[in-house]
């Protein structure tokens, strides 16, 4: 079981991290280029001190506003108890769409272990109307028992996504022993939940976009300089490639000096995704820089199942206003 919470403590401290990027009292910049960053400091600067007050006030009511109306619409949400995976000796059954004050949204699970070995049972991909999201879900279950289980739906990328109904929940369940052993890998499962007919897939793709190339784009939407670790750079990723996609930064500089980019995304095909490429404040402060001048890289793509590279992107230089 210490793997089962080491897991949990991992994917939780991830989501922790998320939600305070996002608490920052000064607002993220939008994603500019560099041309479009020079010209807009003279605007920002005589921006009125009664002007921001007024702007931040706005922002709370609508960030409560928006928080109570999540709440509300999710309370309603239902799905019916079905069978997800019922393979090799392992069954999992969705019995009910839960919601916890501090986890958030879940889906309650009955998790079967009908065979004579130990088994952990976990996602290798979630993805809640057409948005990879991040699971808080690993169990295990021991040869011949069963175990009451919650999936939870991170919060923060929820909102992240903007997603205030969740009205479909795909699922990639796998399953593996004590010696890292896999009983099955990948099993694909889809909840309807009542919320169905009625949510928005519409993309948030407003940005700028800095990849577009072999069915998959990128599109740079905001730098927080005032994140939880660091800076955060806030991309959107939609794939429409034919294949499951894994992006990667890599050559990353912030006004010339080379950072440490911690960034990963799997986009599956035909879905999108919206993660942050994250700069610890120490590699920042170790180098000087105090607020974001220009910033360059370059991506890397890969097919996620076989690893093979399906291009490295020429390098892409932005910045902030």
């Known amino acids: 079981m210490k793997r089962k919470y080491w897991l949990l403590a991992i994917l939780l401290g991830m989501s922790l991290a998320v939600s305070g990027c996002s608490s920052s009292s000064e607002e993220p910049k939008e994603v500019v280029s560099t041309e479009e960053a020079g010209t807009s400091e003279a605007s920002e600067e005589v921006e009125s001190a009664e002007d921001t007050a007024e702007t931040e006030t706005q922002e709370t009511d609508d960030e409560e506003a928006e928080t109570e109306e999540t709440s509300e619409t999710n309370a309603a949400v239902t799905i019916e108890e079905q069978v997800l995976v019922d ?54 279950v021991a040869a011949g028992k069963k175990s009451n289980e919650v999936m939870y739906l991170s ?62 784009r990128i599109v740079g ?18 794939n429409t490639s034919g294949q499951n996609v894994g992006i990667s930064v890599e050559n990353m500089s912030i006004n010339g000096f080379m950072m440490t980019p911690y960034y990963t995304a799997e986009v599956y095909d ?41 291009a490295d992107s020429d390098t892409i230089t932005f910045s902030a206003k």
């Open 270 to 310: 035909g879905k999108k995704s919206i993660d942050e490429i994250t700069i610890l404040s120490s590699e920042l402060q170790d180098n000087g820089i105090e607020s974001i001048e220009e910033v360059e890289l370059k991506f890397h793509l890969y097919n996620v199942d076989t690893y093979e590279t399906i």
């Open 221 to 238: 939407k905001t730098v927080d300089e005032n994140s939880f670790w660091g800076t955060a750079i806030l991309l959107y990723c939609e």
């Open 87 to 140: 393979q090799d000796g392992i069954k999992i059954t969705a019995m009910d769409y839960v919601t916890d004050g501090f986890m958030g949204d879940g889906v309650k699970l009955l998790v079967e272990n009908n065979t004579d070995t130990d088994y952990t049972i976990g996602c290798d991909a979630l993805i809640v109307n057409d948005y990879m999201i991040t699971d808080l879900f690993v169990c295990d």
């Open 155 to 216: 919060s923060a990328a929820l909102k992240a996504a903007g997603i205030t109904n969740v009205g479909k929940i795909e699922m990639y369940f796998h399953a593996y022993d004590a010696d890292w052993t896999n009983l099955f890998q990948k099993v694909y499962s889809e909840i309807q939940t009542s919320a169905y007919d009625s949510m928005d897939t519409t993309p948030d793709d407003t940005g700028m976009e800095l990849y577009s190339e072999n069915g998959i």
